[in-house]
């Protein structure tokens, strides 16, 4: 009995966890309120960035994809983080003069937030705890999250992996061939 009054309290809690990723909130580099909810029926993009990583470059690739495919409903959402080696140790003011002087970056970028540890951002708790579906913890800068038009993460990539990638070039293809959920 007493198992079964635990469970019951604890109902309640595994539905806020459960609860849908677009009712997670960050802020823009502008200390602005934010949710995936801003960017519903899109196919969405979830990268963790750095500006001083070997995988740095890939914020090209990266301004490429959204270029080719933003008019079709793609949108990539880049998160400074330092969790990796302190490499990005900018401000936000600082880390988007870079990414806008030296990649040309017009994707929007995020507040900086921790992708692991005690501190780890309400998102990326979700996109990689034990609940999620492709859990465990980011491995370096520049993982990938894909997110489907119906709000459901599709996809996982690891850092060294390109944006250009045959595979994550497809996989947003498909996304972005599929209809978006109807609320």
Not at 3 to 28: G, H, M, R, V, Y
Not at 47 to 71: D, F, H, I, K
Not at 115 to 126: R, S
């Amino acid at each position: 009995m007493k198992w079964l009054l635990t469970a019951l309290l604890l109902l309640p809690l595994t539905a806020i966890t459960a609860s849908s990723l677009d009712q997670i909130p960050f802020k823009t580099t502008d200390g602005k309120h934010a949710s995936l909810k801003d960017d519903a029926g899109k196919v969405i993009l979830i990268v963790n960035v750095a500006s001083l990583c070997g995988n740095t470059p890939q914020y090209a690739a990266l301004e490429q994809l959204y270029r080719q495919y933003g008019s079709q409903g793609f949108i990539i959402l880049g998160f400074p983080c330092n969790d990796f080696g302190a490499q990005e140790p900018g401000s936000n003011e600082e880390i988007k003069a870079f990414c806008t002087s030296k990649y040309q970056v017009t994707f929007p970028l995020f507040d900086k937030i921790h992708v692991k540890g005690i501190e780890q951002a309400p998102l990326y708790a979700a996109l990689t705890g034990p609940e999620a579906k492709f859990p465990g913890d980011v491995k370096w800068n520049f993982g990938k999250f894909l997110i489907g038009r119906n709000g459901e993460v599709i996809a996982r990539f690891e850092p060294k992996m390109k944006p250009d990638n045959p595979a994550i070039v497809t996989a947003i293809e498909t996304a972005l061939k599929a209809q978006p959920a109807t609320p």
